[in-house]
């Protein structure tokens, strides 16, 4: 995301693909690590189950730093066979840890038990992007990785052909050995490593992939997560399980309006607090955007995390609120259903709108307002910093370790290759973990400590109240109908405060990125067809959140979709169809697109818009689903498709209604499209963790602002869904990838259409059409 | 000074008796199982065993340990075997993991009081322990896993 900002806001340029310089071996992660077993049978390898690696261009190329494929530094082999492959994506529930290093160890034919992963410090040169955001890690470096792991395979069998004087075309690469298939012979990994390390890595053109009928963990669903054992016994180390010797303890109290700054602060009570030891004010950025900058604030440092939020709440702490203070949730909303109503800056724009609906028989208008939410990953943050002679160490549950080293550098104006930064396990990020303020906390607390040790924790009341927020919106969707109930014209203004605003002084309007999430790329086969944006200045840290921009506008399209049929007496999932249309791939030019229409950073020709493939999930799901069939009173199916990160997701969501009123969801079918998938296990899991999500969104999440300060302070006001009302049963359909369909993305995706499915169901259900996330679990009866 | 026993160990704390649990296990005695999620009781990252209850430990004070057995993930089971262990890993259970320690303990306590509950008994019980991953169909299927084998 960050990127594609800085992008667009031109004040960076896509840094060239850096040479990858041949680095030392490195030696083992010390530390008992666990390998997940599974039995699989050895088959042997016929000469044409390889195939030429097909390149193809993606985004990745385009990410600063790019992608990196080559298997000496991803890859370590000692002379005893034990392989350690690098996982260089942060690791916060989608199992991307686990499934890059899968493919590496496919395709080397490494023995997955025989295989330990060691977490990559913030380093983009050495590894390539790393920033882990934007369901990319799959759809960027699926490619890269099957390479790696494939020229690793070809240099191990090179090196054992060299070894016997044979021909290359005589050796086998097979579960952790070379096979000769004349002799019989066979040369284990450990055997071949140094030779086989010593090799040039094979040109690209050379490098041959396995067919999928060869994939021994690709696709299968069989390899459980690397660190599972570790997490059921509390043994994984996520951010604040990181203990330095001398460590201090830090907690901060920030301004409780953003832009607010300090007045005035008496800490003689906090001082007398035992165990706490300093008490240090900071001060915050001068004037907006503050991008990822602190807010400032009052650090309280102690030898206990206990002392330390007691000491902070000893604090009296007089705040100067600033400008933001007029942030009132009320007030804002009612504005942004106001300016929705008016013309807004045409983004898009295709056919005659005004005619459609000058001429149009009847018409249709919709408004869809979303609040603002908090990612609350489970895991508040929290980061541990030292400086060593001029030697800065962080670590933290980082989403983008190097975009953070490369501001702490800044920060503290030292040489990049000054700071390290490890990356923990991430209890969650949701997108606020590749914000890296707390961070930058961490090393100014420790910078003011002479260097100690010093972990920064955040409270869950902190992450509630400092969060970069969700938007808050309001979608209006109008259509003009011809005399047959056609849709002739589609207006859809959306008001949103911007992210863009954390980032570059606010124009009040959205920008490409926000725009190409569910908005201007708007799939239906309607003539006459114009996307408008009405302008909503920010007052708060707008940033992204799972799915981002994609939860509002899935939400107004596709509840407007099932509320045309309502009114025109047709089924919703045939509406949904017709409204697709014929199957195409969309052409964006034609369509009336912006010229800078955003791809989730893909080559449009490579990822584009297949309405084929809507159509294709919404089929799958309604028949698993079993669209159609009779349900008891008090209960209805509502379906929804949305096109996110370049995959594809439709969900049917059943719910009931109980006597008092309360929404239930006793199930769910989701079907996804991702094109090429490598993990089907951990799909499914993201799918089911989607539902729920998007049930959170749905029904309970609200951050409301009064006075410019949050509302919300716990998961007790900032509701999330919990067992006591959730998607009880969540089935996954996974669609059969076609071979030009590449890898898309799978850790957002699924969230979009839960939100419109369950407001269509409830319709169904009780006849309440609810417009307003979160609606709440309850109907009134 | 509040005498107790941490995972079988017998120990005594001097320190402020009303300091929450959570931080005396976490920061004193470096056992990070047990994980800071809210702080409040409202999340339940940070569920211990206290005679074999479940508690949040978060706003337990240590004082209330006094004379009771404290057990934490690290202690559930020596190998980290407990049925309700091996039914979350059966079941693939985690993504980030973060309250997955804590949904642990609450489980095994349940099925500690109650060998074969229902349920919704098992929902009831388990809806104070957030996941905002959403594991909550697999937590629900592994309680149900480990029963029978409690
Ligand atoms: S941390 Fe104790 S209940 Fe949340
Ligand atoms: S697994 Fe992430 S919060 Fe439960």
Redesign the pocket.
Same mark, same amino acid.
């Given at each position: 995301m960050l990127h594609y900002l800085e992008k667009d806001l031109k004040s960076s340029t896509v840094a060239p693909r850096t040479v990858i310089e041949n680095v030392s071996r490195r030696g083992f992660l010390g530390g008992a690590l666990t390998a997940s077993g599974f039995v699989l049978a050895i088959s042997t390898v016929p000469a044409s189950a390889r195939e030429a690696l097909k390149t193809y261009p993606h985004g990745g190329q385009g990410m600063p730093h790019g992608v990196v494929h080559d298997p000496k530094i991803f890859i370590a082999i000692t002379d005893k066979g034990d392989v350690t492959i690098v996982t260089h994506r942060s690791e916060m529930g989608t199992g991307i840890r686990t499934s890059l290093p899968l493919v590496v160890a496919d395709e080397m034919e490494a023995d997955w038990k025989r295989v330990k992963l060691e977490q990559a410090p913030g380093d983009e040169p050495k590894y390539g992007n790393q920033d882990t955001d934007g369901s990319r890690s799959m759809r960027h470096f699926i490619q890269p990785m099957r390479q790696c792991g494939a020229a690793m395979r070809q240099m191990l069998e090179q090196a054992a052909a060299a070894q016997w004087k044979c021909d290359l075309a005589d050796v086998k690469a097979e579960l952790h050995e070379v096979v000769n298939t004349k002799t019989g012979k066979k040369l284990g990994y450990g055997e071949l490593a140094k030779a086989a390390m010593a090799l040039p890595v094979p040109a690209v053109e050379t490098i041959k992939v396995k067919k999928e009928s060869e994939f021994r963990y690709m696709r299968k669903g069989e390899a459980k997560i690397y660190d599972l054992h570790d997490i059921t016994t509390g043994k994984a180390i996520y951010g604040a399980d990181i203990r330095l010797p001398g460590m201090k303890y830090a907690v901060m109290a920030r301004p409780p309006v953003v832009g607010g700054k300090i007045k005035s602060v008496k800490s003689d009570a906090t001082k007398k607090v035992p165990g706490v030891e300093a008490v240090f004010e900071f001060a915050g950025p001068d004037a907006p955007p503050y991008k990822f900058a602190t807010v400032g604030g009052v650090a309280v440092v102690a030898n206990s995390t206990y002392a330390a939020l007691k000491g902070r709440e000893a604090l009296e702490v007089e705040w100067d609120h600033g400008a933001n203070a007029v942030y009132d949730t009320d007030t804002y909303t009612k504005a942004m259903y106001e300016t929705a109503k008016k013309p807004g800056k045409v983004i898009r724009n295709q056919g005659d709108v005004d005619k459609a609906f000058a001429e149009a028989k009847d018409t249709f208008v919709g408004e869809y307002h979303q609040a603002h939410m908090a990612q609350a990953p489970m895991e508040p943050l929290v980061a541990v910093a030292r400086i060593v002679d001029g030697k800065v160490e962080v670590w933290a549950p980082v989403q983008s370790p190097y975009g953070a080293r490369k501001d702490i550098a800044e920060a503290l104006k030292v040489p990049i290759e000054n700071v390290t930064v490890h990356v923990t396990l991430l209890g969650g990020g949701f997108g606020r973990k590749s914000k890296w303020d707390w961070m930058l906390e961490a090393v100014r607390i420790s910078e003011k400590l002479n260097g100690a040790p010093v972990k920064l924790q955040w409270s869950?009341e902190d992450d509630i109240q400092h969060s970069f927020y969700h938007t808050t919106s309001v979608e209006r969707i109008e259509m003009a109908l011809d005399d047959k109930g056609k849709v002739t014209g589609w207006r859809h203004c959306t008001v949103a405060p911007s992210i863009v605003s954390t980032f570059a002084p606010d124009s009040g309007h959205q920008f490409n990125i926000e725009y190409g999430m569910g908005f201007v790329d708007m799939p239906f086969e309607i003539p006459n067809i114009r996307c408008e944006n009405g302008e909503a200045k920010a007052h708060a840290r707008i940033g992204w959140f799972r799915s981002v921009s994609n939860l509002p506008r899935a939400f107004a399209v596709q509840s407007a979709v099932a509320e045309l049929a309502h009114k025109l007496g047709r089924d919703p999932k045939d509406m949904l169809l017709e409204l697709l249309g014929s199957d195409r791939i969309i052409d964006p030019k034609a369509s009336g697109f912006p010229e800078d229409f955003w791809n989730y950073g893909e080559p449009y020709p490579e990822f584009p818009i297949n309405v084929a493939r809507l159509k294709g999930v919404v089929n799958l799901a309604a028949d698993k689903a079993g669209w159609g069939k009779k349900l008891p009173k008090g209960e209805g199916m509502g379906i929804a498709v949305h096109r996110a990160f370049a995959s594809y997701v439709a969900s049917v969501v059943h719910v009931k209604i109980d006597a008092d009123g309360t929404i239930r969801v006793p199930e769910v079918t989701s079907a996804i499209d991702c094109g090429f998938y490598v993990n089907p296990e951990r799909i499914r899991s993201q799918m089911e963790g989607a539902a729920v999500m998007g049930m959170s969104a749905a029904a309970y999440s609200a951050i409301t602002f009064k006075g410019g300060a949050v509302e919300q302070s716990n998961y007790a006001d900032f509701q999330v869904a919990t067992m006591a009302n959730f998607p009880k049963k969540v089935n996954v359909v996974i669609a059969d990838p076609k071979p030009e369909n590449h890898a898309g993305g799978v850790g957002e995706p699924g969230v979009p259409p839960f939100a419109p499915a369950f407001a269509n169901a409830i319709f169904v259900a009780s006849g309440q059409r609810l417009r307003s996330m979160p609606t709440g679990d309850k109907l009134k009866v | 000074m509040p005498t107790f026993t941490v995972n079988g160990e017998s120990r005594q704390f001097d320190g402020d008796g009303d300091m929450p649990l959570?931080w005396y296990l976490r920061d004193e005695l470096g056992l990070t199982g047990s994980?800071? &999620? =809210? %702080? +409040? %009781?409202? =999340? &339940? +990252? =940070? $569920?211990a065993h206290l005679d074999g209850e479940a508690i949040? $430990? =978060?706003?337990t004070p240590v004082s209330a340990a006094e004379g009771k057995k404290v057990v934490t993930i690290e202690g559930l089971d020596a190998n980290g075997d407990h049925p309700v262990q091996k039914a979350w890993r059966e079941l693939s259970v985690p993504q980030c993991g973060f309250c997955q320690c &804590?949904q642990i303990m609450q489980a095994a306590a349940l099925l500690t009081r109650n060998q074969a509950p229902s349920d919704d008994e098992i929902t009831a019980e388990m809806s104070g322990n957030i996941c905002r991953c959403g594991c909550y169909e697999r937590i629900h299927s592994a309680v149900r896993l480990a029963a029978g084998g409690v």
């Open positions: 869950r | 959570l994980k800071f &999620g =809210c %702080g +409040a %009781g409202v =999340c &339940g +990252a =940070c $569920t949040r $430990t =978060c706003v &804590g």
